[in-house]
């Protein structure tokens, strides 16, 4: 089984609905991302999480939030969904086992979201 | 803060080698590197900690230049199966991470 889902892999949305990609890890991670990817570009982080009772945001926060309901789960809504959100989301989920600088990152496999 | 990556995108024939840089304004903690294939998620590859160290993985290799706050990654003998895009990662304070820009390599037979 892969150590992190992310739910669901495809979906078509219409502007100005609400969605959620949700994201679930059995490494036992504290650290957990959300990163958006454009077609032919890098990756933007938008939120990320060091445990459950801390949240912050990323480069690209505007236009979603975040919930982490437990260590192994962290959730991406977008409030009203608009058509430049259209892209690639990625969830990770990291240790830092030496201290800081050490970080590894694992990622799931993504979910295409296409708001038209 | 978003380190900077050079070539944008190689083309390479098999067996030939490549070289990507990774430079960064900040002085960092460490570089990661990553590759993603198309439409997958990325995979890391390894990691190099200030210090000066160079790393290999396979005929992938790397090396990391703390005070000039630079990393290269070195592809030997290019294989079908290096095509994908490279992205380094860096930790300027140890809390964040910051992907760079992407290399596009594509190796051809």
């Known amino acids: 089984d892969a150590d992190v889902t992310q739910t669901p892999r495809n979906r078509i949305t219409k502007t100005g609905k609400r969605i959620m990609l949700e994201c679930s890890q059995t490494?036992?991670?504290?650290?957990m991302y959300w990163y958006r990817q454009d077609p032919g570009l890098g990756l933007q982080l938008i939120y990320y999480?060091?445990?459950?009772?801390?949240?912050n945001k990323g480069e690209i926060s505007d236009g979603y939030s975040v919930s982490r309901q437990a260590q192994a789960k962290f959730s991406l809504s977008l409030e009203s969904a608009i058509p430049n959100q259209t892209a690639l989301y990625f969830c990770?989920?990291?240790?830092?086992?030496?201290?800081?600088?050490?970080?590894?990152?694992?990622f799931g496999p993504g979910t295409r979201l296409l708001v038209l | 803060q978003q380190p900077v990556q050079s070539p944008q995108a190689v083309i390479l024939r098999e067996g030939e080698d490549a070289v990507i840089n990774c430079s960064s304004s900040?002085?960092?903690?460490?570089v990661h590197w990553y590759r993603q294939k198309h439409g997958e998620a990325p995979i890391f590859l390894m990691i190099?900690?200030?210090?000066?160290e160079q790393k290999g993985h396979d005929k992938i290799s790397a090396s990391f230049n703390e005070k000039k706050q630079q990393s290269s990654l070195y592809l030997t003998a290019s294989q079908l199966s290096y095509s994908g895009t490279y992205f380094c990662?860096?930790?300027?304070?140890?809390?964040?991470?910051?992907f760079g820009t992407g290399t596009s390599l594509t190796v051809i037979p």
């Open positions: 990770a989920t990291s240790d830092v086992p030496g201290g800081a600088g050490q970080e590894t990152q694992y």
């Open positions: 190099l900690l200030k210090g000066g």
């Open positions: 990662g860096t930790e300027p304070t140890g809390n964040q991470f910051y």
């Open positions: 999480s060091f445990d459950v009772k801390d949240i």
């Open positions: 490494k036992g991670h504290d650290r």
């Open positions: 900040k002085a960092l903690y460490s």
